[in-house]
């Protein structure tokens, strides 16, 4: 699939991205690569592919210890707030 210039001008309005006239071509040529990518990807043969349960089957993923790695300081940030209970932070009820 190619994109036209165009195309890309109304993609980069959706996403208000501002996009000179200048670098229009190089998107256009990238973004129309990657939708070629996509489609190539896309004619691949899945039908025989058995879903995985897990990725990291009979795997094991090292993780780091559960530990914190830094001081409490809900005491110094609740000194700021107008009302504090239970270390709560008490607002006005905006709802009725």
Same mark, same amino acid.
């Given at each position: 699939m190619?994109?036209?210039?165009r195309?890309?001008?109304? $993609? *980069? &309005?959706? *996403?208000? &991205?501002?996009?000179t %006239?200048e670098?229009?071509?190089?998107?256009v040529g990238s973004?129309?690569r990657?939708?070629?990518?996509?489609?190539?990807?896309?004619s691949?043969e899945?039908g025989e592919? @058995?879903p995985?349960?897990?990725? &990291? @089957? %009979?795997?094991v993923?090292r993780?780091?210890p559960?530990e914190p790695?830094e001081?409490d300081?809900r @005491?110094l940030?609740?000194?700021?707030?107008?009302?504090?209970?239970a270390g709560?932070?008490i607002?006005p009820?905006v $709802?009725e």
């Open positions: 190619t994109l036209t210039r195309d890309v001008e109304n $993609i *980069a &309005l959706l *996403a208000r &991205l501002r996009i %006239d670098e229009l071509p190089g998107y973004l129309s990657i939708l070629e990518f996509v489609e190539q990807l896309s691949a899945t592919v @058995e995985m349960a897990h990725p &990291l @089957e %009979d795997q993923q993780l780091r559960d790695t001081t300081h @005491e940030y609740q000194r700021n707030a107008p009302a504090v209970e709560l932070y607002v009820k $709802i």
